[in-house]
């Protein structure tokens, strides 16, 4: 058996950053006043942006950039290796790449697939956003739809 401890290592961080214990963090970077809950996952070539709060229970996969002032609600999931023959591929440079920008909100429980998403939009509890978002506005449901514009 091999047991090994969640971590911090190798994260730049800027300013006034908050990370609760325990965390998983490794090869990414942080900007300025950024809150990490407890019980979070954030993989490597990950960004996350100035003044971004995430909460507990939520996974970043690899390769996601987190525009600032962003919110992600608790147990969000972002997931990039699309299972395209049926099985995980370990090729990492098969996989996505995930974009959200400045000042987008994530409910609690939504899962976010290898797309990008707009500036200002919003994405409701347990919704799954399969398509990019260009369009600033309230989503929700799974496929996330959406319901209004902002």
Same mark, same amino acid.
């Given at each position: 058996?091999?047991?090994?401890? *969640?971590?911090?290592?190798?994260?730049? /961080?800027?300013?006034?950053?908050?990370?609760?214990?325990? &965390?998983?963090?490794?090869? /990414?970077?942080?900007?300025?006043?950024?809150?990490?809950?407890?019980?979070?996952?954030?993989?490597? #070539?990950?960004? +996350?942006?100035?003044?971004? !709060?995430?909460?507990?229970?939520? =996974?970043?996969?690899?390769?996601? $950039?987190?525009g600032s002032r962003c919110f992600?609600?608790?147990?969000?999931? =972002? &997931? #990039?290796?699309?299972?395209?023959?049926? !099985?995980?591929?370990?090729?990492? %440079?098969?996989?996505?790449? +995930?974009?959200?920008?400045?000042?987008? %909100?994530?409910?609690?429980? &939504?899962?976010?697939?290898?797309? *990008?998403?707009?500036?200002?939009?919003?994405?409701g509890a347990g919704s799954v956003? $399969?398509?990019? +978002?260009?369009?600033? @506005?309230?989503? &929700? @449901?799974?496929?996330?739809?959406?319901?209004?514009?902002?």
């Open positions: 058996m091999q047991l090994k401890q *969640s971590t911090v290592r190798n994260v730049i /961080c800027g300013e006034n950053v908050v990370i609760y214990e325990p &965390a998983n963090l490794y090869d /990414c970077m942080l900007g300025d006043n950024v809150f990490v809950g407890p019980f979070v996952e954030i993989q490597a #070539n990950t960004q +996350i942006g100035a003044d971004t !709060k995430i909460q507990s229970h939520t =996974f970043i996969c690899e390769y996601v $950039t987190v992600i609600g608790h147990g969000v999931m =972002f &997931a #990039n290796d699309m299972f395209r023959e049926g !099985k995980p591929n370990a090729d990492r %440079s098969s996989w996505g790449r +995930i974009t959200l920008g400045n000042e987008v %909100s994530i409910g609690s429980g &939504a899962t976010i697939l290898a797309v *990008s998403i707009c500036d200002g939009a919003v994405i956003v $399969t398509k990019s +978002i260009t369009e600033k @506005g309230v989503y &929700a @449901g799974n496929p996330a739809r959406l319901l209004r514009r902002l």
